[in-house]
Nanobody, 112 residues
Framework: VQLQASGGGLVQPGGSLRLSCAAS????????MAWYRQAPGKQRELVAL???????NYADSLKGRFIASRDNAKNVMYLQMNSLKPEDTAVYYC???????WGQGTLVTVPA
């Protein structure tokens, strides 16, 4: 299954954005999916994990602002990002942990 993130863009501080991750095939049997991000000049980091039943786990710094979800029927995963800050500027990727390539990701820019 190939995953492709989309929905990035320029958003003002305090704004919201929803990213989508479209899968090329069924995600129903994929136990864990994840969002990652890589800010300029920094290492890639885990943003959120979501299991097939919708259970989620977030990076401590993002709890309460970011919400991951998935629609197994539509083969799509989402990342709702609220109260965005300049430090959220990054390329965001979706991936099955430990499998597949990173893809192009989608750029989110929150100006200072």
């Amino acid at each position: 299954v190939q995953l492709q993130a989309s929905g990035g863009g320029l958003v003002q501080p305090g704004g919201s954005l929803r990213l989508s991750c479209a899968a090329s095939g069924s995600i129903s049997d994929i136990l864990v999916m994840a969002w990652y991000r890589q800010a300029p000049g920094k290492q890639r980091e885990l943003v959120a994990l979501i299991t097939s039943d919708g259970s989620t786990n977030y990076a401590d710094s993002l709890k309460g602002r970011f919400i991951a979800s998935r629609d197994n029927a539509k083969n799509v995963m989402y990342l709702q990002m609220n109260s965005l800050k300049p430090e959220d500027t990054a390329v965001y990727y979706c991936k099955i942990p430990g499998f597949g390539s990173w893809g192009q990701g989608t750029l989110v820019t929150v100006p200072a």
